[in-house]
């Protein structure tokens, strides 16, 4: 069963700050979170696994709230490289396929 | 490390043919490779679980014999659009799990996109 993000868009000005969601209403191993420029493949932003653990690349980062189910991603006095569709992929074990929240745009404008 | 090959890039091939669209892991093995499908400005929807040495898992929905998928080797994996229509045109990407790493982001190839005319 897919994740659910929200906001589905978000537009922000270089040097603001966002938060992108995601929940699922079913108990999840990892969630990874992953970022796609239009016309390219998703590339890998973190993995988190375990209730509560929160992790940073620069000045984006994420938590994960095991117990609700609830990932959130943060992003930090965005850039304009950070422009694209954030998704949100769910595992509901180890060794399962990896399926993907609906996704949520980002705009960063100058 | 952990690069995906995809190829080709781009297709365009007439109703009623096959395409067959390539996915190998340069660097790294990978028992298990993933093929999504994605619309434009939609998310990418998971079609079948490529397995090594065995049979596709597919998703609900997803059409056995129209996507034909045969992973040969611990490096490739390969998809195969049989008798393509109009409907099939997309953005195809695979992605790849290092084999024998749990805990390890999935690789993405760049992605095919198929037009068929």
């Known amino acids: 069963q897919q994740p659910v993000q929200s906001p589905q868009a978000v537009i922000l000005r270089e040097g603001e700050d966002a938060v992108i969601n995601c929940s699922s209403s079913k108990a999840l191993y990892s969630v990874h979170w992953y970022r796609q420029k239009h016309g390219e493949a998703p590339v890998f932003l973190m993995i988190l696994l375990k209730g509560g653990e929160q992790k940073g690349h620069d000045k984006i980062s994420a938590s994960f709230n095991e117990k609700k189910q609830q990932s959130s991603l943060y992003l930090t006095a965005s850039q304009l490289s950070y422009s694209g569709t954030y998704f949100c992929?769910?595992?509901?074990?180890?060794?399962?396929?990896?399926?993907f929240g609906e996704g949520t745009q980002l705009t960063v404008n100058p | 490390g952990a690069v995906v090959s995809q190829h080709p890039s781009r297709v365009i091939c007439k109703s009623g043919t096959s395409v067959k669209i390539e996915c190998r892991s340069l660097d790294f093995q990978a028992t298990t490779m993933f093929w999504y499908r994605q619309f434009p400005k939609k998310s990418l929807m998971l079609m079948a679980t490529s397995n090594e040495g065995s049979k596709a898992t597919y998703e609900q929905g997803v059409e056995k014999d129209k996507f034909l998928i045969n992973h040969a080797s611990l490096t490739l994996s390969t998809l195969t659009v049989t008798s393509a229509h109009p409907e099939d045109s997309s953005f195809y990407i695979c992605s790849a799990r290092r084999t024998g790493v749990v805990n390890y982001g999935y690789t993405f190839g760049s992605g095919t996109r198929l037009t068929v005319v």
């Open positions: 992929g769910s595992l509901e074990t180890s060794g399962s396929r990896l399926t």
